[in-house]
T-cell receptor
Framework: ETGVTQSPTHLIKTRGQQVTLRCSSQ?????VSWYQQALGQGPQFIFQYYREEENGRGNFPPRFSGLQFPNYSSELNVNALELDDSALYLC????????????FGQGTRLTVV | GQQVMQIPQYQHVQEGEDFTTYCNSSTTLSNIQWYKQRPGGHPVFLIQLVKSGEVKKQKRLTFQFGEAKKNSSLHITATQTTDVGTYFCAPRGNDMRFGAGTRLTVKP
């Protein structure tokens, strides 16, 4: 196990609703990244948080937002859900820097109906 | 973040055959990481390459970083059913952006 936990594991939401996904980082890791992985695709980078600040963002609209807390846990919020938001959402924790590996959680499977 | 292209997208092999996946960038990379994702699982770190021309081995897996640091490869010798999964490369910068991956299936 990686020590990175995500909740919930599965979630079904209706189009237009809002959702919050949670991630607890591995102990000592100060950086959290969020990814969206559609079925059969590679993980797409949503954004990264370092010391409670957004530290990089991929090509996702503003209705995707996040938070990182002082204990380095993190939330991903998605507003106005669309059918295409259905995917596996992965968080990865790491230490800041270019030479560190990322540890992934098991993911949250979000289905929008 | 830097983007990479992976080929092939899919590879189906008979158990015991070799397998290679390639990762290509149009720009010079400072490093490259490789991850494996089993069906239904999450990406798991395999290795990081940093130096030009670097070659690293993990049992039946051989990882290479090109001399120009624009490409990388993963070669698996004598595949086993446990090798099934999708293999991703990702440049490790301030953020990390994955290639589309190569999905490997192995027929027993």
């Amino acid at each position: 196990e990686t020590g990175v936990t995500q909740s919930p594991t599965h979630l079904i939401k209706t189009r237009g609703q809002q959702v919050t996904l949670r991630c607890s980082s591995q102990s000592g890791h100060n950086t959290v990244s969020w990814y969206q992985q559609a079925l059969g695709q590679g993980p797409q980078f949503i954004f990264q948080y370092y010391r409670e600040e957004e530290n990089g963002r991929g090509n996702f609209p503003p209705r995707f937002s996040g938070l990182q807390f002082p204990n380095y846990s993190s939330e991903l919020n998605v507003n106005a859900l669309e059918l295409d938001d259905s995917a596996l959402y992965l968080c990865a924790s790491s230490l800041a820097g270019r030479a560190t590996e990322a540890f992934f959680g098991q993911g949250t499977r979000l289905t929008v109906v | 973040g830097q983007q990479v292209m992976q080929i092939p997208q899919y590879q189906h092999v008979q158990e015991g055959e070799d397998f290679t996946t390639y990762c290509n960038s149009s720009t010079t990379l400072s490093n490259i990481q490789w991850y494996k994702q089993r069906p239904g699982g999450h990406p798991v770190f395999l290795i990081q390459l940093v130096k030009s021309g670097e070659v690293k081995k993990q049992k039946r897996l051989t990882f290479q970083f090109g001399e120009a640091k624009k490409n990388s490869s993963l070669h698996i010798t004598a595949t086993q059913t446990t090798d099934v999964g999708t293999y991703f490369c990702a440049p490790r910068g301030n953020d990390m952006r994955f290639g589309a991956g190569t999905r490997l299936t192995v027929k027993p």
